[in-house]
């Protein structure tokens, strides 16, 4: 545990971080180690690691999750929350500016044709998104086969309640070959279900008031509780659900809209969830700017909580827990699964878009750069936005 003293010093290193960290969960967990673990030492790397391997198989944002555990772990609930909240803050306060800017655009009819290069980029970093996953997580016939019957599934059945049933049946078909993985000493499980149970009250209660009142900002924040609690894999499996959700089932802003938000997320620090705010702020457009902002906090906290209540929730009892070889068979199908859906939603998102040469070729141009240089994505998108201007 740090000292009270200590506390100031690890959230202004946190917010520094939520303003430098670039990239996604893999290279937020770079900068972590090279911050936390090499410069101040409030961890090791091993416990690093660790504690970001439990992250991985706990629904919800994973570089979040895991910066969030690391101030459980040196400063109890309390530090936890700050940390979280410090992290978010920027990329929240960035996402919800460029959603009401967006829309006083769109309310004084002025022309999106600056973004019309960024969209397509977009569907490139998505579909890179897919292959990062696919490459580094299925390893096994079985896991090829799970990967491709979840793109197809998710493609044909392009509905919010469709996902989690995906998710769920990969990591069950993968759980039955526990018995190829080496067994381990079983450690005893105590289990605390105080946090479990916040994370579950709230989920109903939300529920409950949202159907209830038909209030929106509540019911923003019951929808985007419920996918931060059902998301594997990190920002890019979270596109998806939200697309399929708040596009195409609920109507709430446009493709176009999306995909340029979506662009402009992967251009900023922080963590990629902050998206959401972005949408929240969107769907309560109509409500003015005050509302607007209601919506991006509504949809923020929404996403964010719920991996915070179930790491707060596994990390009492993970040493127990990981010796069992069922929960370890069963990440293989998990993000197996996972793949597939990013997969599936790299096309969903390039089928609005005109089908031109000109949208192909700056979607694999995307892919491209991203897999054989290192440019950045932000730097991309940057010159995509550069020419937008330029050419419009």
Same mark, same amino acid.
């Given at each position: ?71 459980f772990r040196l400063g109890g609930p309390n530090l ?69 019957? $979840? *793109?197809?599934?998710?493609? =044909?059945?392009? !509905?919010?309640?469709? %996902?989690?049933? /995906?998710?769920?049946?990969? #990591? &069950? ?114 409500y003015g700017t005050g509302g607007e902002i209601v919506?991006?906090?509504? $949809? *923020?906290?929404?996403?964010? =909580?719920?991996? !915070?209540?179930?790491? %707060?929730?596994? /990390?009492?009892?993970?040493? #127990? &827990? ?71």
């Open positions: 545990m740090l000292e009270r003293k200590a506390y100031t010093l690890f959230l202004r290193d946190v917010f520094l971080l939520a303003l430098t960290t670039f990239g996604g969960a893999q290279a937020h967990i770079a900068h972590f180690h090279k911050v936390l673990v090499a410069r101040r030492g409030y961890l090791s790397e091993e416990e690093l690691m660790e504690l970001n391997s439990l992250c991985q198989i706990i629904p919800g944002p994973t570089s979040t999750q895991t910066l969030t555990a690391i101030g936890a929350y700050l940390t979280l909240l410090i992290w978010m803050l920027p990329a929240v306060t960035f996402m919800t500016t460029a959603a009401i800017l967006m829309s006083d655009i769109q309310e004084k009819s002025w022309s999106l044709q600056f973004t019309r290069f960024i969209q397509p980029m977009a569907v490139g970093i998505v579909a890179y998104g897919a292959y990062r996953i696919s490459m580094r997580t299925v390893k096994s016939k079985t896991g090829i086969v799970l990967m491709i019957l $979840a *793109a197809v599934f998710s493609y =044909l059945y392009q !509905t919010p309640f469709v %996902f989690p049933a /995906i998710l769920l049946c990969g #990591g &069950l078909a993968t759980a039955l070959k526990y018995k190829s993985l080496p067994r381990n000493h079983h450690e005893k499980i105590v289990i605390s279900w105080s946090n479990f149970a916040l994370w579950a009250g709230v989920l109903i209660m939300a529920a409950s008031l949202g159907g209830l009142t038909g209030f929106l900002p509540i019911r923003i924040f019951e929808n985007f509780y419920r996918n931060g609690s059902l998301i594997f894999g990190g920002g890019q499996v979270l596109t998806p659900l939200l697309y399929t959700e708040f596009v195409e089932y609920k109507g709430y802003l446009t493709s176009n809209e999306f995909l340029s938000g979506y662009a402009v997320a992967q251009a900023l620090p922080g963590p990629v969830f902050s998206f959401s705010s972005y949408i929240g702020s969107l769907a309560m457009r109509e919506g991006a906090l509504m $949809a *923020a906290f929404g996403i964010f =909580l719920p991996g !915070t209540f179930l790491i %707060f929730f596994v /990390i009492r009892f993970w040493e #127990g &827990l990981k010796s069992y070889r069922v929960v370890r068979a069963s990440l293989e199908g998990i993000t197996a699964a996972s793949a597939g859906l990013v997969i599936a939603a790299a096309v969903i998102m390039f089928q609005p878009l005109e089908n031109s040469l000109l949208n192909i070729a700056f979607t694999a141009g995307t892919f491209l750069l991203l897999a054989f240089t290192r440019i950045p994505s932000p730097v991309i998108i940057a010159l995509g936005l550069l020419l937008g201007f330029v050419l419009k």
